[in-house]
């Protein structure tokens, strides 16, 4: 995947971060919960979950914040230079990570840190560092 860096702008980043940070504070404040996306959509999967109306709601505004935002400006073009196989992939390292470390980064990086939770300092640093780590043997090692 690619970022378009013509069109990229500090505002647009900005606006995006504040309206995060938005997000998760009107979740904890409104309703007592972290905005930590796999365990949002992980007590959604659990048929036993009885706050299950909240949690849809939320993903649905994941999925519909991009056409909201396509009504005030064009989206910006999206290019994925991976094959499905190695998407899947990643996916599922990614889900099983999130698993291991008790959160993702929205849960630890955004409302973690915001805390000023000690164990999220350490798993957002274990998440970048990886992610850091990654980037560099599949674009420089193994010339992905």
């Known amino acids: 995947m690619s970022v378009d860096l013509v069109h990229f702008s500090p505002f647009s980043a900005l606006v995006g971060g504040l309206l995060i940070g938005f997000a998760a504070a009107l979740l904890v404040l409104g309703n007592g919960r972290i905005a930590g996306i796999s365990g949002?959509?992980?007590?959604?999967?659990d048929t036993t979950s009885s706050d299950r109306a909240w949690r849809a709601a939320f993903v649905l505004g994941l999925f519909a914040a991009p056409w909201i935002f396509k009504l005030f400006t064009a989206l910006p073009p999206v290019t994925i230079a991976s094959s499905p196989p190695v998407l899947v992939?990643?996916?599922l390292l990614v889900g099983i990570g999130t698993r291991y470390a008790s959160g993702c980064t929205s849960?630890?990086?955004?409302?973690?840190?915001?805390r000023g939770s000690a164990r999220s300092l350490a798993a957002t640093v274990t998440f970048m560092a990886m992610?850091?780590?990654?980037?560099?043997?599949?674009?420089?090692?193994?010339?992905?």
């Open 107 to 114: 849960g630890h990086g955004v409302c973690g840190l915001s």
């Open 40 to 45: 949002i959509i992980g007590s959604l999967l």
């Open 89 to 91: 992939v990643a996916g």
């Open 131 to 144: 992610g850091f780590f990654a980037v560099f043997v599949t674009r420089h090692l193994l010339g992905f």
